[in-house]
């Protein structure tokens, strides 16, 4: 009896193993079994049950476990690595957190400090004006926190330096921390755990400043080191140079500095300071760096370098840094700036009276780099794409100032259209030291540049259109001569071997910031070479391209789309010639105490006219963009040979002027007020043709067909030129010339023939059908003309990129206008079109 109990119960337990092994759980595993499952995670963390199976056969000791147990263990393990990423992500939000509240309850701090002074404040001034006698020169300023300027006479000798180090650093604190300043929240960037920070602008004081405080996971005296190296991270700063260090008494450090700015245009000079430097640890154990201009103690290393800039002021300016509990540092950072605007042209003078544009191109800049905003692709370091970003960068920025100690002379000017011809016969490739792949420039560099101003268009649509459609603007054999000549130093002049541009333009990402606000990739193009001996010779040019404010909602001070030739191999010393468009907008400073009430929304036009997937933007509610100014700056370098010289400088002079041109036309093209966003679904009220054409194109087809073109109910208003712009069909229409040239497409027509609605106006429409279409419409255009109507069979057509497209009928009508007697133009119809 016993016997058979214990059999019972050693069967009972026995099922009940199988049974927790099908369900998956209650199963124990050998040290040794886990170990051989981690490694197989390692290398695998998602295997396929082909993967498992082979896995129970390689590894003897799992061989008592099921499949599906391997399943769930595996499952078991990848979540509890997710949790273990979530748990960390939320601790670091967690300690961010902490840290923006102490930096919140700071800020209120000092705003009921501000509070109460400006009461104070508020109360004499009342006093003052109830008393009969009082003087009209009354003495209220003198409660504002102020520190009246230095005496630099003594800024020759230590201790005159020590005690203007001083000075500076007060009024630094008082700005980081006090209410030196009146700071207003900078519109667009609210602070919370996925900001860089909390940013602020002066909203009224002598020069333009901006402030931010924010947390980095570095320690304090790292943070120093970054912040020190200006070049390394602000690439508007052409050259910093300390002139001397000493130690001061109290264990600090003063520097005396000489620091070059670039221009960011052809129309302005560039800047440089000449300042004081202070680095020195607080009582409570904070350090600070801080900084201001010395007036009238030298003009910098070389003065004839120095005749080209403009000597701008730094107002005391620097950096706090704190320990954080639980690790990194909390940052204040302030720049507080005199750019002496009166030495610029009145147009740009917005640029250098504005706050907020020192907040976007240099405190946020800091911020941003402080703390790690750079995400990259796999298979480069990211120091290594850094480094092409910021020579990119820094290449353009050369090109434009052109400055002479470089190595730069102007060539030529054209001063009805404001074109430079710049060379530089010294000028070595940008490549960094010691390369092994620099080439040697038996001319030199060629730079064509040139500056304008645009209106009523947005830079960043600008800069997005340009960067998604450089068959619009870009000549593809220029291109290849930039690309030919960087391969292998030979300068053949462009058009001796020319080259077809296929139209395909892929674009492969390589590291972007967090917000997308800059974005580095490597755009191919692909060519084919008109010879036929070489007709399958690969012509495909590579382009290293660096492309930053593109989002209309970001905050970034201007729009740039920036490119190099570079080799297929794209090796990480490739030397790189920056070309490219740089997009400033204008008139911020009238904007800095309206954009706290203003939205950043701007209408996407390029999305709801373009082929290709749309971010479908609705026209209602958003605003037009009229009386937006922005100066647009424009380079392009090409190296030479010394005997081609003026043939590449006629080449690069012509060159520059075709793509103002086109350029000019694509702004207005998309600009709100344009003529072509009003072929649109949103109808533009000043222009009334487009949906005066639908209306006849619909009417017209009514008439001839004896039915409707919108189905299943006619559609009226700004609804009927919608709905044919949305219509499956591509509908397109052609003028009544000697030689038919399109005048309108749909979504659909547009796909169809791969162009757009401002290339469209050059098709005509023999080029749309084949031979055997063209002599099928050749046979019934005389019935089509006659009778008004005309089916096409299934046939043929060519895109403008050279692709076929098939369709299984045509149907071509002719446009009455309103007195059902004048003929408009022809529509065509294409019925279940599809590329072949």
Avoid at 361 to 371: L, R
Avoid at 399 to 412: P, R, V, Y
Avoid at 539 to 545: A, C, F, M, S
Wanted: proline residues 6%; hydrophobic residues 40%.
């Amino acid at each position: 009896m016993a016997m058979a109990v214990a059999q019972h119960r050693e069967s009972s337990s026995g099922s009940n193993i199988n049974k927790h092994l099908d369900n998956g759980k209650y199963v124990r595993y050998t040290a040794e079994q886990v170990e051989a499952l981690e490694r197989v995670y390692a290398e695998c963390p998602k295997p396929s049950s082909l993967r498992r199976q082979q896995l129970i056969r390689e590894c003897p000791i799992l061989s008592n476990i099921e499949p599906k147990q391997i399943k769930v263990w595996f499952q078991n393990r990848r979540c509890r690595d997710k949790q273990k990423t979530e748990a960390s992500r939320l601790q670091t939000v967690n300690r961010k957190l902490n840290a923006m509240n102490k930096l919140l309850m700071e800020e209120n701090d000092r705003l009921q400090k501000q509070v109460s002074q400006l009461v104070n404040e508020n109360g004499y001034m009342k006093q003052q004006l109830h008393t009969v006698n009082a003087s009209t020169n009354d003495a209220s300023c003198d409660s504002v926190v102020t520190t009246p300027p230095h005496s630099l006479k003594d800024a020759n000798n230590p201790a005159g330096l020590l005690s203007i180090a001083e000075g500076t650093l007060k009024e630094f604190l008082s700005k980081a921390t006090g209410t030196a300043v009146d700071w207003v929240q900078m519109p667009g960037m609210k602070p919370g755990p996925d900001s860089v920070g909390i940013f602020a602008i002066s909203q009224s004081c002598s020069g333009v400043a901006a402030r931010a405080c924010g947390l980095v996971s570095l320690e304090p005296t790292k943070i120093a080191e970054i912040l020190k190296d200006r070049p390394s991270w602000f690439r508007d700063c052409r050259n910093l140079e300390v002139f001397t260090m000493f130690r001061a008494g109290n264990g600090g450090t003063i520097e005396l500095i000489y620091t070059q700015m670039f221009a960011p245009t052809t129309l302005a000079p560039a800047r440089d300071f000449w300042t004081l430097r202070y680095t020195t640890t607080l009582e409570n154990g904070s350090l600070v760096v801080c900084e201001r201009s010395l007036s009238g103690s030298g003009a910098g290393p070389n003065a004839a370098a120095a005749a080209q800039f403009v000597r701008a002021e730094m107002l005391p300016s620097g950096y706090l840094i704190r320990s954080c509990e639980g690790g990194g540092s909390i940052v204040h950072i302030v720049d507080h700036l005199n750019l002496e605007a009166w030495s610029v042209p009145e147009v740009l003078r917005p640029l250098y009276e504005s706050s907020k544009v020192v907040a976007q191109k240099m405190t946020i800049a800091i911020a941003q780099e402080t703390s790690g905003e750079v995400v990259y692709g796999p298979g480069r370091q990211p120091a290594v794409l850094r480094t092409f970003s910021q020579r990119l960068s820094r290449g353009f920025n050369d090109a434009i100032n052109g400055f002479n100690d470089d190595g730069w002379s102007i060539m030529n000017c054209d001063g009805a259209e404001d074109v430079i011809i710049a060379i530089n016969s010294n000028k070595s490739l940008n490549s960094p030291p010691n390369a092994v792949n620099a080439l040697p420039l038996l001319g030199g560099v060629l730079c064509a540049k040139a500056s304008m101003l645009i209106q009523n268009v947005s830079p960043a649509v600008l800069v997005r259109f340009l960067r998604e459609h450089r068959s619009e603007w870009a000549d593809f054999n220029v291109d290849a001569y930039s690309a030919v000549s960087l391969k292998a130093g030979s300068y053949a002049y462009p058009g001796m071997r020319p080259t077809r541009f296929t139209g395909s333009q892929i674009i492969m990402p390589l590291g972007h910031t967090i917000e997308h606000e800059e974005l580095l990739e490597v755009v191919r193009l692909e060519g084919h070479s008109f010879a036929e001996d070489n007709a399958f010779l690969s012509r495909d040019i590579h382009l290293l391209q660096l492309c930053s404010g593109i989002d209309e909602n970001a905050v970034g001070g201007c729009s740039e789309l920036l490119f190099a030739p570079i080799n297929e191999m794209f090796p990480d010393d490739a030397p790189l010639l920056p070309s490219g468009f740089r997009v400033i907008p204008l008139d911020t400073k009238s904007s800095d105490t309206q954009d706290s009430l203003a939205t950043n929304r701007t209408l996407d036009l390029t999305s709801s006219l373009e082929p290709g997937p749309a971010t479908n933007h609705i026209a209602v509610d958003a605003p037009s963009c009229p009386n937006i100014r922005s100066v647009l700056t424009i380079a392009f370098q090409f190296p030479f040979d010394s005997n081609l010289e003026d043939n590449v400088a006629n080449m690069a002079h012509q060159y520059v002027r075709s793509v103002i041109s086109s350029v000019q036309r694509i702004a207005i093209a998309i600009s709100p007020s344009g003529l072509i966003p009003a072929v649109g679904p949103k109808q533009s009220p000043s222009s009334p043709e487009a949906l005066t054409l639908a209306h006849w194109i619909c009417r017209s087809y009514s008439y001839h067909l004896g039915a409707e073109l919108l189905r299943p109910e006619p559609a009226v208003g700004d609804s009927l030129l919608k709905n044919l712009w949305q219509h499956q069909d591509a509908i397109l229409c052609c003028s009544l010339k000697s030689l038919p040239v399109m005048i309108f497409a749909n979504q659909a027509g547009l796909d169809m023939l791969e162009t757009t609605l401002m290339a469209l106006q050059d098709i005509t429409l023999d080029k749309i059908f084949d031979e055997t279409g063209r002599k099928t419409l050749c046979s019934d255009f005389a019935k089509l003309m006659q009778e008004g109507l005309a089916y096409l069979p299934a046939g043929i057509c060519m895109s403008t990129m050279g692709r076929h497209v098939s369709y299984e009928q045509a149907v071509a009508w002719k446009v009455l206008e309103a007195d059902e007697s004048t003929v408009h133009c022809l529509a065509f119809s294409f019925v279940n079109w599809s590329f072949v």
